[in-house]
C-alpha cells in the first residue's frame, strides 16, 4: 500500500511542474499589458511605464521570469497580486471557502440523485423510466452551462420570486466570517432568517454546477451497473434468493461504484471549471470569479497561483480517488 | 410423488433473429436421494433447463411447462416473492465457475451468513457457528480464518468449497449442479464429486449434475438424462444406458470416450450442435448421424417407451439386448 502511494506521488512532481509551466505561458500569450490596464484611461508617462517594467521584472528574458515564478513557488510563494498588493496566497483562502461550499453542496446533489436514478434505470433497463432519464441526462450534460443558469434565474427568480437572484446572503444580515462556510457562519451568528436566507442563495447556484457532474454520474453508474448485473456473481446472489433491492442496492452496487468513484473524481475538475461560470453568473464571491477578474486584469501571478492551486485540488481528489478504489473492492488493494 | 416433476418445459429466447428455443418439450423427475446426470454437448440446453427451473434466465427468456413442480409447489405459478422463499433454501444451485460467481467485494463468511440470516433468520452469532460447521462439512480448514478471507484470496477448488457450503447451508432438497468441476484441475475434480456424493448420502438430499463429462456420470450418477439441441434423447439408469445406449447421439457420445478408443485417432461426432437458423426439419440429430435415412430428415421422432430408454429415435439401437435381459 505504501509502495502504491509513494508511486501515485511520484507522478505527482511532473504535473505539477507541467501545471506552472501551462498557466505560466498562457497567461503571457493573452495579448493586453498588466501595466497598461492598471493605469487605466488616464493612462501614464513613459518613464513610470518603463519603471513599471523593471519593477515587475517585464524587461528580463522569459526564462528568467519562469525560473523565478518557479523557484518562488517551490518555496511556498505564490507572489502578490498586481492590483491589491496582497499575496496570492491570502486572497486564495479568504475566497475558497465560499467555492468549497458550493462545490461540496453541487457535489451532494449530484451523487444524491445521480446515483440512486443510474441504479433505477439499470434495474428497469429499456423501460420508460430508463428511457426518460438518460435522455435527460444527456440535455443536462449537453447544456451550457450559463444558459441553463440564465433559464432558471429567469423562472425561479423572476418569474416565480422564490429564490434570489445573486450573492450569498441578503445584504440585512452581517456578522464576521468564522469558518467562511455561509451556511456555517449564519448558524453561528444566531440571526433569526440567516440560515434560511444563506440556503436559498445556495440553490440555484447548486443546481446549476451540479446538473453536469449529475448527468455524468446518472449515466455512468447506470452502465456499470448494467455491466455488473450481468455477471456471475449476481447470478449465485439471485440463486441464493436474495430480494432484488439487495442484489442490486448492495452486491451489485458495491462492485459497480469503482467507475463511478472515478467519475466523481473526475468531476471535480469540470465542477471548478464550472464554477467560474456559475459564480460570475450569481456573483457568488468565490475563486471562480476572483479568476476571471483577474484574467481581465491582467493580473499574472493571481491567476497562475490560481490555476496552479486549482490544479493542485483536482490532483489531490484524484489520487484520494486512487486510494479509495482499494477500500471498496479488496482486490484492487492487494495489487 | 417425486421431489421434481417438469413436463413439457419449453425455453424460448427472443434474440434479433427471431426467437430462438433453447430447451425443447423436456421432461424431467428426480426423487429424493436422486442423483440425476444430464449430459449433452455445449448448446444442447442443460444449462437452461435448470435455470429456467431456478427462475434465473434474463429477461429475454420465456419458459413454458405444463407442470413444474417441486416440492409439491408449482413454481411456474407462483409470485417472485413466494419462488424466493424456495430458491436458495430448498432448492439450490451451485455453478461452473467458482471465482467468478463469489462476489469480489465481500468476505465469503459474509455472503454464507447472508443467506442464513435471510432464509432462516438465523442472528449474527447462530450464523457464524453454523457457517463454521458448514465449512467442517465441505472440508475447509481452518473455517473461523477462512470466513474471513475474500473469494479471490482462495484457490477455485476452495471457492467451490464455498459454493457448496452456501448452496447446501439451508439444507435444501434438491441440489443442482451446473458442471462444478469443469473449471477445477483433475484430482480437485475428484475431491468435488465425493464431496457432493458424501452430501447427498448425509442429507437425502436430491441431487442434479450436469455435465458433458462421461466419465463423471459412470462414477456418480444412478440415472442419466442426455440432451441434445435442447430435447432430452434418451433417459436410463446409469448401467444400462452404458451397457446398451438405445439414441445413436449417446452411442456416438460413449464411443467418443478416450478410455473406449480402440484406435489411434479418438472417434468425434462431426458437425456440431445445430444453432438457431439451421435447425433441421426432421430429427434434430439426423445431419450427424451414421444412421439417418430420407425418413429421418423429413419425420421428427417422438420419444420411444421407458424400455427403450425413451429415446427420440425412429430407429433404436441395441433393441435386441432389451430381448435378451
Not at chain 2, 430420407?294 to 439401437?317: F, I, K, N, S, W
Request: some cysteine.
Amino acid at each position: 500500500m505504501l509502495r502504491y502511494m509513494l508511486s501515485r506521488f511520484a507522478t505527482f512532481l511532473p504535473t505539477f511542474i507541467g501545471v506552472t509551466l501551462i498557466s505560466f505561458a498562457f497567461i503571457r500569450v493573452l495579448p493586453g499589458d498588466p501595466i497598461i490596464v492598471m493605469a487605466g484611461e488616464r493612462g501614464m508617462t513613459q518613464e513610470r511605464y518603463d519603471e513599471l517594467v523593471t519593477q515587475f521584472g517585464f524587461d528580463r528574458p522569459i526564462l528568467s521570469q519562469y525560473w523565478d515564478y518557479l523557484t518562488g513557488v517551490l518555496q511556498g510563494d505564490l507572489g502578490n497580486s498586481y492590483v491589491t498588493k496582497r499575496p496570492v496566497w491570502d486572497e486564495f483562502f479568504a475566497l475558497f471557502p465560499a467555492t468549497l461550499e458550493l462545490s461540496i453542496c453541487a457535489m451532494i446533489f449530484a451523487v444524491a440523485l445521480g446515483l440512486p436514478a443510474g441504479v433505477i434505470a439499470a434495474m428497469n433497463r429499456g423501460k420508460f423510466f430508463d428511457r426518460t432519464l438518460m435522455s435527460t441526462a444527456l440535455v443536462g450534460y449537453s447544456m451550457p452551462i450559463f444558459w441553463w443558469a440564465l433559464l432558471l434565474i429567469i423562472v425561479f427568480s423572476g418569474n416565480l420570486g422564490w429564490t434570489p437572484v445573486s450573492g450569498r446572503i441578503d445584504l440585512l444580515y452581517y456578522f464576521p466570517d468564522t469558518t467562511g462556510f455561509m451556511l456555517i457562519d449564519s448558524l453561528l451568528s444566531g440571526q433569526d432568517g440567516a440560515f434560511t436566507s444563506a440556503v436559498r442563495h445556495l440553490i440555484l447556484p447548486t443546481i446549476v454546477l451540479g446538473t453536469i457532474p449529475l448527468a455524468v454520474i446518472a449515466r455512468q453508474t447506470r452502465s456499470a451497473m448494467l455491466e455488473v448485473l450481468g455477471e456471475d456473481y449476481i447470478r449465485t446472489a439471485r440463486a441464493k434468493g436474495l430480494p432484488p433491492g439487495r442484489i442490486n442496492g448492495m452486491h451489485a452496487l458495491r462492485n459497480a461504484l469503482i467507475p463511478v468513484i472515478t467519475v466523481i473524481g473526475l468531476s471535480v475538475g469540470t465542477l471548478l471549471a464550472g464554477a467560474i461560470l456559475t459564480e460570475t453568473i450569481f456573483s457568488w464571491p468565490g475563486i471562480g470569479k476572483w479568476m476571471v477578474d483577474s484574467i481581465f486584469r491582467r493580473d499574472y501571478p493571481v491567476v497562475q497561483g490560481g490555476l496552479l492551486l486549482i490544479a493542485v485540488m483536482v490532483m489531490v481528489v484524484n489520487l484520494t480517488v486512487d486510494l479509495l478504489y482499494g477500500l471498496i473492492n479488496p482486490k484492487i488493494r492487494k495489487r | 410423488m417425486s421431489l421434481l416433476r417438469l413436463r413439457n418445459l419449453s425455453v424460448e429466447f427472443a434474440t434479433t433473429g427471431g426467437r430462438f428455443r433453447a430447451v425443447d418439450q423436456v421432461d424431467l423427475d428426480v426423487d429424493k436421494g436422486d442423483v440425476l446426470a444430464i449430459v449433452g454437448e455445449s448448446g444442447s440446453g442443460k444449462s437452461v433447463s435448470m435455470l429456467a427451473l431456478m427462475g434465473l434466465l434474463p429477461w429475454t427468456a420465456k419458459v413454458t411447462a405444463d407442470e413444474m413442480v417441486f416440492d409439491g409447489h408449482d413454481l411456474s405459478k407462483m409470485s417472485a416473492r413466494a419462488r424466493r422463499k424456495i430458491v436458495g433454501k430448498d432448492l439450490a444451485m451451485i455453478f461452473q465457475e467458482p471465482m467468478s460467481s463469489l462476489n469480489p467485494c465481500f468476505t465469503v463468511g459474509f455472503q454464507i451468513r447472508e443467506a442464513l440470516r435471510i432464509h432462516l433468520g438465523m442472528d449474527r452469532r447462530a450464523a457464524q457457528a453454523r457457517a463454521v460447521e458448514l465449512f467442517e462439512l465441505v472440508g475447509i480448514p481452518d473455517p473461523e480464518q477462512r470466513l474471513k478471507a475474500f473469494p479471490h484470496q482462495m484457490s477455485g477448488g476452495m471457492n467451490q468449497r464455498v459454493m457448496i457450503a452456501m448452496a447446501i447451508s439451508c439444507n435444501p432438497k434438491l441440489l443442482i449442479a451446473d458442471e462444478p468441476t469443469t473449471a477445477l484441475d483433475v484430482t480437485i475434480q475428484a475431491q468435488i464429486l465425493d464431496l457432493l456424493v458424501r452430501l447427498r448420502d448425509e442429507t437425502g438430499m436430491g441431487l442434479v449434475l450436469i455435465t458433458h463429462d462421461m466419465g463423471v456420470v459412470a462414477e456418480t450418477a444412478q440415472r442419466v438424462s442426455v440432451h441434445y439441441a435442447g430435447q432430452k434423447v434418451e433417459e436410463q439408469p446409469v448401467r444400462p444406458l452404458f451397457r446398451a445406449p438405445h439414441h445413436p447421439y449417446t452411442s456416438a457420445l460413449l464411443a467418443a470416450l478416450p478410455e473406449r478408443a480402440t484406435d489411434k485417432r479418438l472417434p468425434t461426432i462431426p458437425g456440431v450442435v445445430p444453432g438457431q437458423f439451421d435447425r433441421p426439419k426432421g430429427c434434430l440429430f439426423s445431419p450427424r448421424c451414421q444412421f439417418a435415412d430420407d425418413h429421418c430428415r423429413e419425420v421428427p421422432p417422438t420419444p420411444r417407451g421407458a424400455d427403450l430408454g425413451l429415446a427420440r429415435c425412429h430407429y433404436p439401437l441395441n433393441t435386441d439386448e432389451r430381448l435378451a435381459s
